[in-house]
């Protein structure tokens, strides 16, 4: 069964350090979705990517969160710096377009010290 | 804005006991209407879903939800709750392709 492959799975940083996530869809979906989730709250979408192109993108921290999906298929999320509140589970999920269900990784927890 | 409340943070109910899970949307039309379960430190699982038709569906594992435009409700219901039900269970909206989750309810199934 396809799975959206996320790596690592748990990731302990210093603050100030900068930390990188990657995320590998569903062969074929184009719509790629990055979520933060905070211990004991739902998801909340950071970015999200159809294709290559970044299509919301309204609650990420810009000052210090990057993400990118230059061929449309993998994609990366970027912390620099990395600050304390920024510990929590990032989730990655992919969907065949924009509104269909989306299937999600197994995440990266994030613990910033 | 759409927005999701899932009025109960922690339920606990015993083993094959009946289970019903409450989420409220906030949303001027009918909006695409999720349920998912979340596992101690794994990613989310679709239950079930609604896009139209039929405002009762079926979903894995026994769970059924029923859609009720009047009240903006989407509860998630399983007659018989078994101890591996025990998780985190999200209720989500989308619409224009944007996701919105509720803060989720924790299940707590007693022997």
């Known amino acids: 069964e396809a799975e959206v492959a996320q790596s690592p799975r748990y990731k302990i940083t210093e603050k100030s350090q900068a930390v990188a996530f990657w995320c590998d869809p569903i062969s074929g979906h184009a719509t790629l979705y990055w979520y933060r989730q905070i211990l004991g709250q739902g998801p909340e979408l950071l970015v999200q990517f159809q294709d290559e192109s970044v299509v919301d993108d309204s609650q990420l921290p810009k000052d210090r969160f990057s993400a990118e999906r230059l061929k449309g298929v993998d994609s990366t999320l970027k912390i620099q710096p990395a600050e304390l509140g920024d510990s929590a589970m990032y989730l990655c999920?992919?969907?065949?377009?924009?509104?269909?269900?989306?299937?999600f990784g197994q995440g990266t927890r994030l613990t910033v010290v | 804005a759409q927005s999701v409340t899932q009025p109960d943070i922690h339920i606990t109910v015993s083993e094959g006991a009946s289970l019903e899970l409450r989420c409220n949307y906030s949303?001027?039309?009918?909006?695409?209407l999720f349920w998912y379960v979340q596992s101690p430190g794994q990613g989310l699982q679709l239950l079930l879903k609604?896009?139209?038709?039929?405002?009762l569906v079926q979903g894995i594992k026994g769970f059924e939800a029923e859609f009720k435009r009047s009240q903006s409700s989407f509860n998630l219901r399983k007659p018989s709750v078994h101890w591996s039900d025990a998780a985190e269970y999200f209720c989500?909206?989308?619409?224009?392709?944007?996701?919105?989750f509720g803060d989720g309810t924790t299940l707590t199934v007693k022997p």
């Open positions: 989500a909206v989308t619409n224009a392709g944007k996701s919105t």
């Open positions: 609604y896009f139209s038709g039929d405002t």
């Open positions: 999920a992919s969907s065949q377009d924009r509104g269909d269900e989306a299937f």
């Open positions: 949303y001027g039309a009918t909006p695409y």
